[in-house]
């Protein structure tokens, strides 16, 4: 047992190298922490800490971020990094978890579980959003329009493209609706900034903004499993996020029995600013359901 976060990698069958942090007792309850756009896995780095005593903790990087390997041939659709989470944790042989969803890591740990709903113990949605209130169409409108064209129609391409490679994109989700965005650490964004600059990543990052509107069509089902499973939720959310706001927090009440919502004064990664919070909800929500 390591209380302090291990690193590895794991070849999954669809080619695909996962890179992923690990720490705890994987005797305890686990939890498999599933980032979002435009970072990876150091969003987790001091949660990671904070529940290695409670519990074992998993947080991979998803293909197309961090330092996860992925094949020139993949084809970046919430589809196949969900098959690539099924993969993994097939993989390193987790049987049962809770999920910590966040941003993409929503749908893709969302749709896994509806591939494998016994295997769900537990959802902590941290700005993870399965509910049509919870799109902010200040930020979705442009997104939203070009769903409804073709997928290679050349004027959004070149905006969406333009919105990924300008850097105060990132900068303002470590910004924007914070509490005190001048002590965050600057970290997590210049390593964020550093790998969406990577050759290929633009086409990547567009083709999944594409992409996120068969999230939107699998809202229904999310929401069913909600109701039939019984699944606990604690929604921890950042109420100033302009990405997800904090009317999809909400909407998980109706169809959710067990569950706790907490909004905190801080943007999109309100991990930067609450962590401990955060952390000393997670522990007080799930140790009594988990253990």
Request: negative net charge.
């Amino acid at each position: 047992m390591s209380l302090v976060p291990t690193t590895s990698t794991v070849k999954v069958s669809n080619g695909v190298n996962v890179w992923y942090r690990e720490a705890g007792d994987r005797a305890k309850p686990t939890f498999l922490l599933l980032h979002g756009f435009p970072t990876s896995s150091i969003m987790y780095r001091n949660l990671i800490t904070i529940l290695a005593p409670h519990f074992h903790v998993i947080a991979p990087d998803l293909p197309g971020y961090g330092f996860t390997e992925v094949p020139d041939k993949f084809e970046y659709t919430f589809a196949n990094l969900t098959d690539t989470i099924e993969l993994f944790v097939d993989a390193i042989k987790l049987t049962k978890f809770a999920i910590y969803i966040f941003d993409y890591g929503a749908p893709v740990g969302l749709r896994l579980a509806l591939k494998r709903p016994h295997q769900i113990t537990g959802i902590v949605t941290q700005n993870g959003n399965a509910y049509d209130e919870g799109l902010d169409h200040k930020f979705w409108g442009i997104i939203e329009e070009y769903w409804k064209t073709d997928a290679n129609n050349t004027k959004y391409i070149q905006g969406l493209s333009q919105f990924v490679e300008d850097p105060k994109n990132i900068k303002d989700q470590y910004s924007v609706g914070f509490t005190n965005p001048t002590s965050v650490d600057p970290t997590p964004y210049y390593l964020d900034k550093a790998l969406i600059e990577r050759p290929g990543q633009t086409k990547i990052q567009v083709a999944l903004f594409y992409d996120y509107q068969n999230n939107v069509k699998l809202y229904p089902q999310f929401q069913e499993y909600f109701r039939k499973s019984n699944v606990p939720v604690l929604a921890t959310w950042g109420k100033n996020d302009y990405i997800f706001a904090h009317p999809g927090a909400e909407a998980y009440k109706r169809d959710v029995k067990n569950i706790k919502v907490k909004y905190y004064e801080t943007g999109h990664f309100a991990l930067e600013e609450f962590v401990n919070e955060i952390g000393a909800d997670i522990i007080d929500f799930f140790g009594p359901i988990l253990h």
